[in-house]
């Protein structure tokens, strides 16, 4: 297993890319459910402010900064190598399986989005097996349908888009009860596997520059994005005086 950084509390895998992938298949073999998060800047913020969120995320078999941000950071104490953007870490997975006996289920997004995403990732991926989908709109009622559902199933993998907490939260309440090997918070990225919303080009994912991508795009993302520097106070201030 990997060793470990800690940045504002929430404790990472100090993993690539390709390592955080071998890590995912080594919990095929285990017969419980593995839960995967990947925080950005914005999410250790919100776990520094709520003591469940943050006992939930440092609760979980793998976390890996999804943020140039965290990865920054971590350069005042025990330094990530390198930033493992979660849309990567499921692309990649969804690379490793598509020709193996692995299904996946994706739970989250507005109605109609899992179902394009599923559609798109099978194209993408030629033997993906996508058992199931359900949106993220629901009551107490559909809640307990989603789960019979994904119990009957029974996939390996559940991607869950709810964002953060919610997302967390829901995955930690239900994970014993959950027939899955893997579950992972992949906030927004149905939208991006559905083509609803685009990625940033490369050559701005490969400067640590998709956030001023964004930006460029959506200008009212603007306060937001102040979000990002006053983390950085926030890791220098308690580096600094403890």
Same mark, same amino acid.
């Given at each position: 297993?990997?060793?470990?950084?800690?940045?504002?509390?929430?404790?990472?895998?100090?993993?690539?890319?390709?390592?955080?992938?071998?890590?995912?298949?080594?919990?095929?073999?285990?017969?419980?459910?593995?839960?995967?998060?990947?925080?950005?800047?914005?999410?250790?913020?919100?776990?520094?402010?709520?003591?469940?969120?943050?006992?939930?995320?440092?609760?979980?078999?793998?976390?890996?900064?999804?943020?140039?941000?965290?990865?920054?950071?971590?350069?005042?104490?025990?330094?990530?190598?390198?930033?493992?953007?979660?849309?990567?870490?499921?692309?990649?997975?969804?690379?490793?399986?598509?020709?193996?006996?692995?299904?996946?289920?994706?739970?989250?997004?507005?109605?109609?989005?899992?179902?394009?995403?599923?559609?798109?990732?099978?194209?993408?991926?030629?033997?993906?097996?996508?058992?199931?989908?359900?949106?993220?709109?629901?009551?107490?009622? /559909?809640?307990?349908?989603?789960?019979?559902?994904? #119990? +009957?199933?029974? %996939?390996?993998?559940?991607? $869950? !888009?709810? *964002?953060?907490? /919610?997302?967390?939260k829901w995955i930690y309440k239900? #994970? +014993?009860?959950? %027939?899955?090997?893997?579950? $992972? !918070?992949? *906030?927004?990225?149905?939208?991006?596997?559905?083509?609803?919303?685009?990625?940033?080009?490369?050559?701005?994912?490969?400067?640590?520059?998709?956030?001023?991508?964004?930006?460029?795009?959506?200008?009212?993302?603007?306060?937001?994005?102040?979000?990002?520097?006053?983390?950085?106070?926030?890791?220098?201030?308690?580096?600094?005086?403890?």
């Amino acid at each position: 297993m990997s060793g470990f950084s800690r940045v504002l509390g929430v404790r990472f895998n100090n993993v690539t890319h390709n390592e955080a992938l071998d890590i995912l298949e080594e919990f095929f073999l285990e017969d419980k459910c593995h839960c995967v998060y990947t925080p950005n800047p914005e999410i250790v913020m919100a776990a520094r402010k709520d003591e469940e969120f943050m006992r939930i995320l440092n609760s979980a078999e793998l976390v890996v900064p999804d943020g140039i941000g965290v990865v920054i950071a971590s350069k005042l104490g025990e330094r990530l190598k390198e930033r493992v953007a979660g849309f990567d870490l499921v692309q990649g997975l969804f690379e490793r399986i598509k020709d193996k006996k692995r299904s996946v289920y994706f739970f989250g997004g507005a109605p109609g989005v899992a179902l394009s995403a599923k559609s798109n990732m099978e194209k993408k991926y030629p033997g993906l097996k996508v058992v199931g989908v359900n949106d993220g709109y629901f009551d107490e009622k /559909k809640e307990k349908l989603i789960l019979d559902d994904i #119990k +009957n199933k029974k %996939p390996d993998i559940l991607l $869950v !888009g709810l *964002g953060a907490p /919610k997302q967390e939260k829901w995955i930690y309440k239900y #994970k +014993n009860q959950l %027939p899955v090997k893997i579950c $992972v !918070g992949v *906030g927004g990225s149905f939208d991006v596997m559905s083509g609803k919303v685009k990625r940033a080009p490369k050559i701005f994912m490969k400067c640590g520059l998709e956030w001023f991508y964004r930006l460029l795009c959506q200008p009212s993302r603007f306060f937001r994005m102040l979000r990002l520097p006053l983390f950085l106070l926030v890791v220098l201030k308690e580096k600094l005086f403890g």
